[in-house]
């Protein structure tokens, strides 16, 4: 079935570092990829998607890259803040007259001022 | 507003005994979704209702019951609870079914907290 594979864990930087979150995904059919950000009290929030291979998303200074070809799809930021300290969640979304929606199991991310 | 709500936020449950989670969204979205998350692991979605159809997974089919009694509201039954039903559960729409899944982005609420003792 479906699945999505996601950095482990935690990752602990310090301000201004760059961010790289690894997400691999595994599916049958040509699916929307999708990174969510979620605060601690609150819901996961949409950050950004991409629907097609080498389609760009981006949000708030975050991106990342659709790869058909490696099957991934990793976040990236160029300088982290403390307040991008969150659980980051990506995620697939595939419509083959089957609906699915996987998410990977999340990364916690600490920055430290 | 796009905000999402569920009640109660914490849920403290019997084994043996009835839950029932609620979910409310004022955004007018066809699509509703219910989500178990266990700590360390990825939210599994449960059943989405799309309008007034309802689409259970189908290893979650015999465990979870829903309704949705109008657009804006969407609940989460369980008949019996067991331990391993301890988990966050959270609710999301999203516009059409169609783009949720494949395109739009889903809204989450804050989630409720149910621990089975």
């Not at chain 1, 058909?68 to 979304?93: M, P």
């Not at chain 2, 657009?71 to 989460?76: A, D, G, R, V």
């Not at chain 2, 729409?93 to 899944?101: H, L, N």
Request: glycine share 8%; charged share 20%; net charge neutral.
């Amino acid at each position: 079935g479906d699945s999505v594979t996601q950095t482990e864990g935690q990752v602990a930087l310090s301000e201004e570092d760059f961010l790289t979150i690894h997400c691999n995904y595994s599916a049958s059919g040509y699916p929307a990829l999708f990174w969510y950000v979620q605060y601690p009290g609150e819901g996961p929030q949409f950050l950004f998607r991409a629907s097609r291979d080498k389609e760009k998303g981006s949000s708030r200074g975050f991106e990342a890259t659709y790869n058909k070809e490696t099957t991934s799809f990793h976040l990236q930021k160029a300088s982290v803040q403390e307040s991008d300290s969150a659980v980051y969640y990506c995620a697939l979304g595939e419509d083959t007259g089957n609906y699915k929606y996987v998410f990977g199991a999340g990364t916690r991310l600490k920055v430290i001022a | 507003d796009t905000t999402v709500k569920q009640n109660p936020r914490y849920k403290l449950a019997r084994v043996g005994k009835p839950v029932n989670l609620i979910c409310s969204q004022t955004m007018n979205h066809d699509t509703m979704y219910w989500y178990q998350k266990k700590p360390n692991q990825a939210p599994k979605l449960l059943l989405f209702y799309y309008d007034k159809i309802l689409n259970r997974e189908a290893d979650t089919f015999e465990k979870f019951q829903s309704s949705r009694p109008n657009n804006s509201f969407c609940s989460l039954y369980i008949g019996s609870a067991g331990l391993e039903y301890s988990a966050m559960y959270l609710c999301a729409s999203s516009r059409d079914r169609r783009e949720g899944f494949n395109q739009d982005t889903q809204y989450f609420g804050p989630g409720t907290r149910l621990l089975v003792l």
